[in-house]
């Protein structure tokens, strides 16, 4: 079992080069400048030859990836070309608020998901069930950014019950100390008792949650309902119900448990899933997050910033999944 | 193979089509979604066919008319240059089932065989093929398309390519996955003790025993391809103005949904639609080919 | 012994247990440990044992569909493991396979034709046309309607399956014909029309059968020859009607003994062996069946005792026998 | 002003609330500034001069008056005193020359505007001698958006130039920094020992905050959170301005947007092709619908309400007939040309003008690729040296980093050894010449460089380089309760702070 | 016999619904089984033994499963009268609980043995958790499983095959039923296992008076173990009496046929003649089930068929045995 996972982890750092190798050379196929972005517009040729050589550029490709790799481990990602700023440094403030909506996104999946697969599976092929499958297909059919303007208009313009957007209140933030300890607001202001930052964060995190966890709702919920049906089909679960056990317990002790393995390797996925749409929303409710700025990023072709994103998330889409395999691997519960 | 030897082969087919059928018709879901991608090839299909002015789409421009209501003449209201949203709708059926067919056709051009053949043969070519995959899907969904696509360079063609690199994988392991499962079945055993070679075996053994789960995953991708297409649209990575593609007119009519809702309401509706429809599909095709469904 | 067809010297087949990070080899499934059998052309040898003591892998091994750790498998005087592909491609053609599940072991989308088909294709380079009335025939040789040429393996209930496996396998015309437990997974009427079938074709094209069984009856019935294995080596060979009525090795006799028949009345006449199958990994020093033997003595448990040939021709290895 | 910092008071403070379509702030150091920063540093820094283009008057600021010798090569500036950077110390003539100096060592940003200085002298503690190298009207210069801010020297001295990069500033300005996340929201605070002091009513803080969805903007400002934003679609503006708390503005901006022809590239060479292009542009249609209304068509290079616009300048018009026939004459056959015009992606008014001509000019036979590009692929596109690889036709929008034409027609239409703005790759030596000696003129006299960079305009007009599409009009919209903003078109986007109050 | 037997089930008919329309799958005259008697169903594969044996638990999925007609009485109690809720709280565990055929796939493999047979004690015997576990004990020992506490901290897949299906037999003991099925229980086991199954079944029936319902494929498991016997075919019971009867004295074709097909020997060759059936194609709607396999088919058989006393308690439901000819085998 540790050789596996030895093993397990070795892979996913494998994993990780192949995927800076990739988005390393991905960039390299760009057909823009990245020295004229970087001096910036109505800059002279001399000032941009100046930042070819400045940048690196002119050396060859295996240098520059060599370089890139060295600066890597140092904690470098280059600087943003549009804002000349160290993405790493970037990334820090842009990566916590981007973390809260994820994890807020996939508590909604989760405690929406699987009961919802759970319900569907147990009464299959019943109006509960097609009301159960029609949502979840439903939610995995939605384009996330096109339910974001929709909660826009209604929760905001219609109703005025939510803000449009933002991560706190302006006014707040002026008022009140913002506390500042892992970035994650909602938490923070937790530790420091405050509450009236706390909800009004809550208030600005709920629209771009749920429409961020359309998605793995019904991912959740429909991987739960097939891996369920697949064991309610199961002779143990047969028998469970022969020796005369609760319904209840038997299907959501024992039943639940079994797709249990099924169900975290889905949440790794899924989590990959709202990363990745934060990228489509964070924009429209102006989140100050790693989606905003990717998607800056690409209209500005600001390849050290994409590039920066893209390996954050394939690192956190990695380890995230090496642990639930290893989860799943350690707990002789759920492995089956 | 002569017409009657064909007409007999062909027997048996008829007889698993029953049953695929008897399976749909008890699947009302699936039914539905079933007339809802056919409608949607009808639409894809014909409606470039029988719009005379659909080659003149270009000329459609008409500034005057811009972000009228929905109305009779303009079922689904008219766009910020006055062009027909619902015509404009129709036509883009085409755009997002072409793009996705192709983009999920590539994917499987270089994912299944690549699976049937680290399935098969196991051993280093196993390793060297899963590692790579692995890299591949070591990037979160629709993360390696936005890469790709904004490095490539904004267009649909290369929105297509990009979703093919970041889908192949997918298909890779399934396929593999059944490879490796079938390679021990005694049929694959059997062949190999007949002395087949191994290109026969993949051939004729691994990958139509692959088919069903295959088919069940590309039917639900075409749905998610539809929706990446849009997302990359959306965010600039996809099709160009003017095409009338869905994510596309959602991305522009953002700056008229306070003033003109039917605008971003329509495509976004048809984006919507249409991923439904493929997504109930591949639902209900996994519970149709489900060999446990099947066996009686 | 010239008119040996099989001849197994000595095999072994180690199943690596890999573990470690590298993939270290830590131990062996020792599947197939030292096996050594002749069989006679046109005899039928029955292979009984417990579920994992190793029938099919000494068989997969003999017709090289896995590797061998070691010995000499000749058959018709050609050494097989040393053969080039070619060559032993060419030998596949004599040496044919049924197997156990007949759902499994038709290529459930295929058509009959194309399977029975298969390796008049494979080895014989035969067209469709060609191949259609040679199907047909073959059908018919096992009993199947010709019309059955143009269905799906589903469309035949179990023995008929195995029909069309059986055709399969005689396609070509083989010399040798492995049947792994080919009754197993139908019942008994399609059983007794196979095994039928099986004696019928045997006269017929003069073929040799390695049968494999853990039903008994079904071995008792149509073998010569009978070797019994336990963990990975035989413990008592020879003529199968003597070993029937007299079985010499404390597992043979255990094994005959814990099956019930319509005549069983009290249950007490059931025999029952204590304990498990040891692991094939790490078998017991000496004997290997000392674990379980109701007549274990000190040195079973020292000493492995050899195969010895006893005084009525059959073999057996088992301490008692000296 | 009268703030009330209770907790409870948060809706009384003075706070005024600017929503922009972009991040408000890229880069904080006021020597290499070049782009969205303005609206920020405008406010932190102050420059010399401040120019306004209705009047034509440069307003001091950090300067009290100027004079320049009759060669037109010696500037002197009376500085003002009594004014302290936000880091404490005194402004003074050092300061000036340090500020200065540094931005053209630098060589980053706009440094290039003050390419005709030569030396900087300190006569005396509140006053400074420039001198230059050929004539140039330093005043402009010294008026100018970018990289013409006063910087404490002591700050730069004890903090390094990597300071400014982690949002710092050091200047002189009526509100300074309080907080930043990254780019994407400014909170700006009064300095309370502003030169001009706090008299009469102002704001406490300032928020600049990116909002990129114009959705959002508008309904910020309906719903009475934001005070000020722009670029709004013209749909929303028809909307706004019936709300009943909000105002609309609009007023001519410097800003105009060109169609710049590949003339280097077959059929382009042909001035007859691309005066058939210029005649099938929509211009009206451009106008009213791409740009909302909130535009002219252009007539020449430089914008209405600059100076150096010719207001008899020859205009194109729509014309598919004689488009037609031009290009009849050229040789041209119906769909046989097959064009590329790229543009920003994200800009809705260049997308709309692009989509509308690809319609016009479908219909003479002509097929018009438009790709979307982000600014810089699309320069890089441009800058190719085959000219067959570039695009036929490039979109971009000028603004003048000097308010003099001299920005606009030197930069786009002068010979260029390597490409650089210059994107129609127009070779003309006597356009070169009239507009070099304009620019030199301008120093001494206003009004006859203006009619030397006109006649230059006519040979541009002549030889139709590129479409001259219109010049925009800056749209503001306010929260009615929010006065005293006044736009300056030369300084692009900026809200003086410091003017707004509430009321 | 004027006693009410303990499960009397009664015209049960079941169906399954497929793509071929409804198909008969059970139906079942008569069958009716003592108080503390192991009575055996044999039959081939496919003859429905499962589905009745879920059907009396009502396990049965529906659909597919369609119960068309019929009655199970548990000690005059219809089973299939009562509600999936009844069944839980009333008799699955509480009076019968069953053994699964597949002793890898009956035991859920999340949770340790112990865990598992603790869960089933406490919910039918209403006993704390320590009471369970020493009762958990005790059922393990009472299965002949050595070290009974480490194998209840065992998940199953770190049992072997006879080991699971012991453990098996404990939980279903463990519910405390008095009624047992046991579906084919050494199917998937080795002889010398299925040996030590057999006797451990059979001592339960006569040492703890349980009933069990023996189900098997294999004419030979039930000779020693069953009481009376039942024999399937397509779903009907076509034979039955005491199992000494059947084996000894078969009177239908198809049980005589069935016990023929078994191979002795290689000197005693099957005298195919009596096992294999006329390939005449012949098929019809009504009648007996076994007509177009019959070695003995005549015009009567293309009737209903009803089950037909031969003596005492041996039934067959043949009409040819009324008129003689079955006696000649
Ligand atoms: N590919 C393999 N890798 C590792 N171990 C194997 C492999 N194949 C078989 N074994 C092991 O070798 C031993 C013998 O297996 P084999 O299949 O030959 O038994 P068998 O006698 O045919 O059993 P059965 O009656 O169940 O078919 C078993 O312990 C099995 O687990
Ligand atoms: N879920 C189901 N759907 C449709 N048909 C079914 C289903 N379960 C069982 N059947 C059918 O019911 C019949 C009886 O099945 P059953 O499982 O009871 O057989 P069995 O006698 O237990 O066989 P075996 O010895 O193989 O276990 C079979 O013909 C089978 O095809
Ligand atoms: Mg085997
Ligand atoms: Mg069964």
């Not at chain 2, 290109?199 to 139509?208: A, M, T, V």
């Not at chain 4, 400014?186 to 102002?202: F, P, Q, R, S």
């Not at chain 5, 308690?313 to 000649?328: A, M």
């Amino acid at each position: 079992m540790k050789n596996y996972i030895i093993k397990r982890i070795l892979l996913g750092i494998l994993v990780l080069l192949g995927v800076i190798a990739i988005t390393f050379f991905l960039t390299r196929v760009i057909p823009s400048n990245p020295a004229a972005q970087w001096v910036g517009p109505r800059a002279t040729q001399e000032q941009i030859n100046k930042a070819t050589i400045e940048l690196g550029l002119d050396k060859p490709l295996y240098v520059q990836f060599g370089k890139y790799l060295k600066d890597l481990f140092q904690g470098n990602l280059g600087n943003s070309l549009r804002t000349k700023q160290p993405v790493v440094k970037e990334l820090k403030t842009y990566i916590p608020p981007t973390l809260e909506l994820v994890f807020f996104s996939t508590i909604l999946a989760i405690i929406i998901g699987i009961p919802l697969g759970l319900n569907s599976a147990r009464k299959k092929d019943q109006p509960l069930d097609h009301f159960c499958r029609f949502f979840s297909v439903g939610a995995v059919s939605l384009p996330t950014f096109w339910v974001a303007l929709f909660l826009q208009l209604i929760f905001f313009r219609w109703l005025s019950l939510l803000p449009l957007g933002g991560q706190l209140d302006t006014r707040i933030k002026l008022l009140y100390e913002v506390p500042h300890y892992t970035g994650l607001l909602l938490f923070d202001s937790l530790i420091d008792g405050n509450f009236t930052i706390f909800f009004d964060a809550l208030k600005h995190m709920l629209l771009p949650a749920i429409t961020i966890s359309l998605y793995p709702i019904g991912l959740v919920a429909r991987m739960t309902r097939s891996a369920l049906l697949e064991i309610i089909g199961e002779d143990y679960i047969k028998a469970a119900r022969s020796y005369g056990l609760k319904e209840k317990l038997v299907m959501w002790k024992y039943a639940l448990k079994n797709s249990l393995g099924t169900t975290i390797t889905v949440l790794a996925l899924s989590v990959g899933y709202t990363l990745v749409n934060t990228f489509l929303v964070e924009a429209i409710f102006s989140w100050p997050g790693i989606g905003s700025y990717i998607a800056t990023a690409v209209m500005s072709l600001d390849y050290p910033a994409i590039m920066g994103v893209t390996l954050f998330s394939a690192c956190a889409y990695i380890v995230l999944n090496l642990i639930a395999d290893i989860i799943v691997a350690l707990d002789p519960r759920v492995r089956v | 193979m002569n017409q009657s030897q064909l007409i007999k082969s062909l027997k048996p087919k008829y007889k698993e089509f029953k049953v695929s059928l008897f399976l749909l018709k008890k699947n009302r879901l699936t039914k539905m979604a079933l007339y809802g991608v056919v409608l949607l090839v009808l639409i894809a299909i014909i409606v470039p066919i029988l719009l005379p002015s659909a080659q003149h789409i270009d000329q459609d421009a008409n500034p005057q008319q811009k972000l009228l209501q929905p109305s009779l003449r303009h079922p689904f209201g008219t766009d910020e240059l006055g062009r027909d949203v619902f015509k404009r709708v129709l036509l883009g059926t085409r755009i997002s089932l072409q793009t996705a067919l192709i983009a999920v056709g590539m994917a499987l051009l270089i994912g299944v065989p690549l699976g049937a053949v680290a399935g098969y043969f196991g051993g280093f070519l196993d390793e060297i093929i899963m590692r790579f995959t692995d890299i591949f899907l070591g990037f979160p969904p629709l993360l390696l398309a936005i890469a790709i696509a904004s490095f490539l360079g904004p267009n649909l063609r290369n929105a297509m390519l990009a979703i093919a690199i970041s889908w192949w994988p997918w298909y890779t392991r399934i396929v593999r996955g059944q490879a490796v499962s079938l390679k021990e079945r005694q049929f694959i055993k059997a062949s190999k003790a007949i002395g087949s070679p191994p290109r026969k075996i993949i051939f004729k053994h691994i990958i139509p025993n692959c088919v069903a789960p295959v088919i069940v995953q590309a039917s639900m991708d075409i749905g998610g391809v539809i929706l990446t297409i849009a997302a990359l649209s959306f965010l600039g990575l996809g099709a160009q103005a003017p095409a009338p593609e869905w994510g596309l007119m959602v991305s522009t009519s953002r700056n008229y949904f306070l003033n003109a809702w039917w605008y971003s309401v329509f495509p976004g509706l048809a984006i919507f639609f249409t991923v439904l429809v493929f997504n109930l599909l591949g639902d209900g095709l996994r519970e149709i080919l489900d060999p446990k469904t099947r066996k009686n | 012994m010239s008119s040996n067809i099989l001849e197994i010297k000595n095999l072994k087949k180690y199943f690596p247990i890999k573990s470690g990070f590298f993939s270290k080899v830590s131990a062996y499934v020792k599947a197939v440990d030292g096996v050594s059998i002749n069989i006679k052309k046109g005899e039928v040898l029955g292979l009984v044992g417990e579920s994992g003591c190793g029938k099919t892998t000494l068989v997969n091994t003999v017709l090289n569909l896995i590797e061998p750790t070691e010995g000499e498998v000749i058959f018709d005087g050609k050494e097989m493991f040393t053969l080039n592909k070619k060559d032993l491609r060419d030998i596949r053609k004599y040496i044919q396979i049924v197997f156990q599940d007949p759902f499994w072991s038709l290529n459930p989308r295929m058509l009959v034709k194309d399977i029975i088909g298969e390796p008049l294709d494979v080895q014989a380079g035969m067209n469709s046309l060609e191949i259609v009335p040679k199907v047909e025939e073959l059908l018919e040789m096992v009993g199947l309607p010709k019309e059955g040429v143009y269905k799906y393996p589903h469309e035949f209930s179990g023995g008929q399956r195995q029909r069309i496996a059986i055709a399969r396998a005689l396609a070509l015309m083989p010399k040798l014909v492995v049947l792994d437990e080919p009754t197993s997974s139908i019942d008994v009427l399609s059983q007794a029309q196979i095994l039928d079938l099986l004696g019928k074709l045997k006269e017929k094209f003069d073929l040799t059968y390695i049968l494999i069984s853990h039903d008994l009856s079904v071995v008792s019935y149509m073998s010569d020859k009978i070797a019994v294995m336990y963990l990975g080596k035989i413990v008592e060979y020879g003529d199968s009607r003597k070993i029937f009525e007299n079985p010499k090795h404390p597992y043979t006799q255990a094994l005959f003994a814990a099956i019930p028949d319509i005549n069983t009345e009290r249950i007490e006449d059931i025999a029952t062996l204590e304990g498990n199958v040891p692991s094939a990994i790490n078998p017991p020093k000496g004997c290997r069946f000392h674990t379980r033997c109701p007549k274990a003595m000190d040195i079973c448990s020292k000493d492995e005792p050899k195969l010895i040939t006893l005084s009525d021709g059959r073999s057996a290895a088992c301490h008692l026998m000296k | 002003g009268g703030n009330n910092n209770g907790i409870g008071g948060a809706d009384q403070m003075d706070i005024v609330y600017y929503a922009y379509n972009a991040e408000p702030i890229l880069n904080w150091d006021p020597s290499v500034m070049f782009s969205n920063g303005v609206i920020i540093l405008n406010n932190v820094y102050e420059t010399l001069l401040r120019f306004d283009p209705d009047t034509k008057e440069f307003e001091g600021i950090l300067a009290t008056d100027y004079s320049q010798s009759e060669d037109g090569l010696t500037w002197t500036f009376n500085l003002r005193e009594g004014v302290k950077f936000h880091d404490g110390t005194d402004f003074n003539a050092e300061a000036v020359k340090f500020s200065i100096d540094r931005t053209i060592e630098m060589e980053k940003g706009a440094s290039y505007i003050w390419s005709a200085v030569e030396k900087i002298n300190v006569v005396n503690d509140y006053t400074v001698e420039f001198k230059l190298s050929y004539p140039a009207p330093l005043n402009l210069i010294a008026s100018s958006p970018y990289a013409a801010f006063i910087m404490s020297p002591s700050a730069v001295q004890n903090n390094g130039d990597e300071w400014f990069e982690q949002a710092n500033e050091a200047g002189t300005g009526p509100y300074k920094l309080e907080s930043s996340s990254m780019g994407d929201e400014v909170i700006l605070a009064k300095y309370d020992d502003y030169w001009n002091g706090w008299e009469g009513e102002h704001f406490d803080k300032a928020i600049v905050k990116k909002v990129s969805e114009t959705s959002s903007r508008r309904q910020l400002i309906e719903k009475g959170e934001a005070d000020i934003t722009h670029n709004l679609p013209a749909e929303d503006v028809e909307a706004l301005k019936n709300v009943q708390n909000v105002e609309v503005l609009s007023l001519p901006s410097f800003t105009n947007l060109f169609g710049f022809f590949n003339t280097e590239k077959a059929p382009l060479d042909n001035v007859k092709v691309r005066k058939a292009l210029a005649y099938a542009f929509p211009y009206d249609d451009v106008v009213n619908y791409a740009a909302g209304g909130y535009a002219e068509q252009s007539r020449g290079a430089i914008p209405k309400g600059h100076w150096g616009r010719g207001d008899d300048l020859f205009q194109y018009s729509k014309d598919l007939d004689k488009a037609k026939s031009l290009l009849d004459e050229a040789g041209i056959n119906q769909g046989e040309l097959k064009l590329l015009l790229t543009y920003m992606s994200g800009d809705e008014a260049e997308k709309k003008a692009a989509e509308l001509y690809k319609a016009e000019l479908s219909k003479i036979g002509v097929e018009l690729e438009i790709r979307a590009m982000p600014w810089e692929s699309q320069w890089e596109m441009a800058m190719d040296t085959n000219a067959q690889n570039r695009q036929d036709i490039l979109m971009m929008y000028w603004w003048p980093d000097t308010s003099s034409p001299y920005s606009w027609l030197y930069s786009l239409y002068h010979t260029e050894e390597d490409i650089l703005f210059n994107l129609a790759y127009y070779y003309n030596e006597d356009f070169d010449e009239i507009i070099d000696n304009a620019y030199a003129l301008s120093g001494e006299d206003l009004d006859a460089s203006e009619q030397e960079f006109i006649r230059a305009q006519e040979i541009l007009i002549k030889d139709s380089p590129s479409i001259f599409m219109f010049d925009k009009e800056d749209v503001w919209i306010l929260n009615s309760s929010l006065k005293g903003f006044k736009p300056n078109p030369a300084y692009p986007l900026v809200v003086y702070f410091y003017d707004c109050y509430r009321k | 016999m004027s006693e009410r037997p303990y499960l009397h089930i009664k015209d049960l008919k079941i169906n399954f619904v497929s793509y071929e329309g409804e198909k008969t799958v059970l139906n079942i005259d008569e069958i009716k089984i003592n108080k503390g008697e192991a009575y055996g169903i044999i039959g081939e594969s496919g003859t429905g033994k499962t589905v009745l044996a879920l059907s009396i638990l009502q396990l049965l999925e529906m659909p597919p499963g369609k119960i068309v007609s019929g009655q199970i009485l548990l000690e005059g109690d219809d089973l299939l009268k009562k509600t999936q809720r009844q069944m839980q709280k009333e008799i699955r565990g509480k009076k019968i609980s069953m053994i699964f055929q597949d002793p890898m796939s009956t035991l859920n493999p999340v949770f340790t043995v112990g865990e598992q047979m603790i869960k089933v004690i406490e919910e039918n015997q209403k006993l704390d958790r320590k009471q369970a576990y020493k009762k958990a004990v005790e059922m393990i020992n009472t299965v002949k499983l050595a070290d009974a506490e480490r194998v209840m901290n065992k998940y199953p897949h770190e049992l072997s095959g006879g080991q699971r299906q012991r453990v098996i037999i404990a939980l279903a003991l463990s519910c405390g039923a008095e009624f047992i099925i046991a579906d084919e229980p050494t199917r998937n086991l080795d002889v010398t296992i299925q040996a030590g199954i057999l006797k451990l079944i059979k001592n339960l029936q006569r040492n703890l008076n349980v009933t069990v319902l023996f189900i098997a494929n294999n004419p030979g498991l039930i000779s020693a173990t069953c009481d009376n016997a039942g024999v399937l075919y397509k779903g009907e019971i076509i034979e039955k009496g005491t199992t000494r009867e059947i084996l000894r004295n078969p009177q239908h074709p198809y049980t005589f046929t069935l016990l023929n097909a078994i191979p002795k020997n290689k000197d005693t060759k099957i005298d195919l003649s009596k096992v294999i059936p006329p390939n005449d194609g012949e098929e019809i709607k009504e009648g007996c089930i076994y007509y177009n396999r019959c070695l003995k088919k005549q015009e009567s058989c293309k009737k209903q068929q009803k089950l037909l006393n031969v003596k005492d308690t041996h039934y067959v439901k043949c009409s040819l045995f009324r008129e003689g000819v079955n006696n000649e085998q």
